[in-house]
Structures are given as structure tokens and as C-alpha cells.
T-cell receptor
């Protein structure tokens, strides 16, 4: 059974810091992995999607890496800003074409001005 | 323009009632989903439709019935609401079906359902 864990559950950093959010999954047989952002009272926004054959994806100040063999992904946020404050969730797609998305519980990030 | 819109945003109702949540996407996507986020913030898929055809039906009580009149709409009807149904329900869409390169998800803003 695939389980997705995100540590830490909450993180508070001063503005301008570079930071790393961690995501681990128990079954390395995944199709892809996505990172989402959830703002309070709002839906999720897909940030980055990494296919199982890829090692990383970049979008602006965000960089997501994937290490299937160790069951880990990281989301690197450079030069954090208060506007980055949100909950960040990772989710893995199982390898079968009918596989569902398994979400982690999220890391709630607060970037202080 | 909102890409994935769902209504209502808040829904407060009594146990035993029947209610519906509507979802529409204007992205031209082929696949739509319903997710449930419980009090512990875990998101779990409930249903997935591709071109109006049901392709995922997770272990969801029969009281939950999705309806897709066309590929731009996926409504969720819930019969005989129970206290445990209280959660935030998210609609989502993607260009392709799950497991494809175009499965990037676009979410609605959620419907917070409170069953009293």
C-alpha cells in the first residue's frame, strides 16, 4: 500500500531564505509525482509534475527533484517570499493506468516578512 | 475567468437531507474528478470521469452519485447525508486521463460541507 509522508508538518522561515520541503513514499513503483500548493479556503494549484523517468522539474523559483529508488522528492524554494506562505502537498500516481493520486498530508509554510 | 468552478462554496445542512454540488470547467479538459479532503487534510479521490464515462469509483458509499451531463460538467449528488460526510469536496479537471502526460490537475476552490 502506497503511503506518502511529508516532513515537517509546518515550517516558518524569514523572508529571503532558501528552503526545502520533503516528501517520501513507500512504494517506488510510481508513474509520476506532483507538487501542489493550497491556500486557505481555496483549491489546489499544481506547481510541478515530474514523470517517473525524470529527475527534476523547474518553474521559476521552484525546483522539484525525484529519486524513485529512495522514495523521495524535494521541493526547493529559492529566495522565499511572504506570498509563498501556503500548504504544499505532494502526490504520487501509482504505476498502473488506473492508479489514483495518493496525497501526503502537506507542509504548511509561513514566510515571515 | 475561473477555470474550474464549483458551487456552492459553503453548504450547511441537516443529517438525512439530499444535496448536490455542481462543478463546471471551461478548460476544454476531457477528465474531471471529485476529491474529498477530511479534517486531517488528507485528500482522497472519489470519482473520475473521462468524456462523461466513469473510470474511477473509489470505495465511496452508494449515497454518493456523480453525474456528468457533458464533459464540462461533473456534479455530485449526496443522498441521506451523514455527520461523517462533513468535509471539503474539491472538483478538478485534467486535459488527459490519469496516467497520461497531460494529467496535470486543475482544482476548484472547494465546497465546505457541514452536516449537523
Amino acid at each position: 500500500k502506497q503511503e506518502v509522508t511529508q516532513i515537517p508538518a509546518a515550517l516558518s522561515v524569514p523572508e529571503g531564505e532558501n528552503l526545502v520541503l520533503n516528501c517520501s513514499f513507500t512504494d517506488s513503483a510510481i508513474y509520476n509525482l506532483q507538487w501542489f500548493r493550497q491556500d486557505p479556503g481555496k483549491g489546489l494549484t499544481s506547481l510541478l509534475l515530474i514523470q517517473s523517468s525524470q529527475r527534476e522539474q523547474t518553474s521559476g523559483r521552484l525546483n522539484a527533484s525525484l529519486d524513485k529508488s529512495s522514495g523521495r522528492s524535494t521541493l526547493y524554494i529559492a529566495a522565499s517570499q511572504p506570498g509563498d506562505s501556503a500548504t504544499y502537498l505532494c502526490a504520487v500516481r501509482r504505476s498502473s493506468n488506473t492508479g489514483k493520486l495518493i496525497f501526503g498530508q502537506g507542509t504548511t509554510l509561513q514566510v515571515k516578512p | 475567468d475561473t477555470a474550474v468552478s464549483q458551487t456552492p462554496k459553503y453548504l450547511v445542512t441537516q443529517m438525512g437531507n439530499d444535496k448536490s454540488i455542481k462543478c463546471e470547467q471551461n478548460l476544454g479538459h476531457d477528465t474531471m474528478y471529485w476529491y474529498k479532503q477530511d479534517s486531517k487534510k488528507f485528500l482522497k479521490i472519489m470519482f473520475s470521469y473521462n468524456n462523461k464515462e466513469l473510470i474511477i469509483n473509489e470505495t465511496v458509499p452508494n449515497r454518493f452519485s456523480p453525474k456528468s451531463p457533458d464533459k464540462a460538467h461533473l456534479n455530485l449528488h449526496i443522498n441521506s447525508l451523514e455527520l461523517g460526510d462533513s468535509a471539503v469536496y474539491f472538483c478538478a479537471s485534467s486535459q488527459g486521463a490519469m496516467g497520461t502526460a497531460n494529467e496535470k490537475l486543475f482544482f476548484g476552490s472547494g465546497t465546505q460541507l457541514s452536516v449537523l
